[in-house]
């Protein structure tokens, strides 16, 4: 069994950058495919990026492309989110999950999921 924990998420204004990362206290990231999501209140779980194993592949919905950056340190057991110019309606509770298979945006074919680390950005 995996065990996740997300840290760095914060309160930031427009235009500011963060970094959130998501460590294996339990069991490994590796071999699993790991995935950011977010959820705003009121609003579905949707996806946001994701990563398979070994780095190789990465997937981006739409709206973040070009301003998140996804990466694995498989020797640290972490997943980043490099996140920039960010914007108000990003603010969500951002959770990071593992799969054993592809990157997929469907939240309820991830096997683990942390706790979340909240992302407020105001304008």
């Known amino acids: 069994q995996v065990q996740l924990v997300e840290s760095g998420g914060g309160l930031v204004q427009a235009g500011d950058s963060l970094r959130l990362s998501c460590a294996a206290s339990?069991?490994?990231?590796?071999?699993?495919?790991v995935a950011w999501f977010r959820q705003a209140p009121g609003k579905e779980r949707e996806f946001v990026s994701g990563?398979?194993?070994?780095?190789?592949?990465?997937s981006y919905a739409d709206s973040v492309k070009s301003r998140f950056t996804i990466s694995r340190d498989n020797a640290k057991n972490t997943l980043l989110l490099q996140m920039n110019s960010l914007k108000p309606l990003v603010t969500a509770l951002y959770s990071c999950a593992s799969r054993p298979w592809r990157i997929s945006p469907a939240p309820n074919e991830y096997t683990y999921w942390g706790q979340g680390t909240q992302v407020t950005v105001s304008s």
């Open positions: 339990r069991g490994t990231l590796t071999p699993h495919t």
């Open positions: 990563i398979n194993w070994c780095g190789t592949t990465t």
